[in-house]
């Protein structure tokens, strides 16, 4: 029996560690000021990668600025998709959200612009007293991060493994170690 509860806590490990690998996924691939309006940078390796906006974790006017994403030999328009859920996350010890994302399957240089930012704000909080006693800082004085991510579907995923390994591997090792607290 202790076999079975031994096995129930690696794979509660496992599924911890895989969780934690898809939630915590973040390599990044350039960091500029916004206020640059355009970058070109490298990507080295197919996959999904987000554009996200450092500095704030929620942004006012979200629809009415746009990021055009190009390949820099061809011109070549990359789509760029908004996500469902805006991802909000820290890095460096500053908040940013996930604007869009896309999927680069040929590796090589590309170019970012951004266009009509006049009217887009940043601010921490989600609470509307919050956003009525002080005034939304503008988005110009922000970071763009491009950076490696996964797919709402593996955050999602990472989310379930994580609250799952945590407990499967707590409760197996636990009940391996000492099977007679199940018996109490």
Same mark, same amino acid.
């Given at each position: ?19 934690? !690998?898809?939630?915590?996924?973040? =390599? ?6 916004? !206020? ?45 998709? &908004?996500?469902?859920?805006?991802? &909000?996350? &820290? ?36 609470? !509307? !007293?919050?956003? =009525?006693? &002080?005034? %939304?800082?503008?988005?110009?004085? %922000? ?10 579907l593996k955050k999602i995923a990472g989310i379930f493994f994580l609250v799952l390994g ?19």
């Open positions: 029996m202790q076999l079975l509860y031994l096995t129930i806590g690696l794979t509660g490990l496992t599924m911890m560690f895989f969780g934690a !690998k898809w939630l915590l996924r973040s =390599k990044t691939v350039v960091n500029f000021p916004i !206020k640059e309006g355009s970058k070109e940078f490298k990507i080295k390796k197919p996959g999904v990668y987000a554009v996200c906006v450092m500095g704030g974790g929620l942004i006012k006017g979200f629809g009415q600025y746009n990021f055009q994403l190009s390949h820099s030999n061809n011109q070549r328009q990359i789509k760029l998709k &908004r996500p469902i859920l805006k991802w &909000r996350f &820290r890095k460096n010890w500053v908040m940013g959200v996930e604007s869009a994302q896309f999927k680069i399957s040929d590796v090589g240089g590309y170019k970012i612009e951004i266009t009509n930012l006049s009217n887009a704000a940043t601010t921490n909080s989600v609470k !509307k !007293k919050e956003h =009525k006693s &002080r005034p %939304n800082p503008p988005i110009r004085g %922000n970071q763009i991060l491009i950076k490696a991510t996964v797919s709402l945590v407990q499967g591997s707590f409760w197996g090792i636990l009940l391996a170690i000492n099977p007679t607290v199940l018996a109490q």
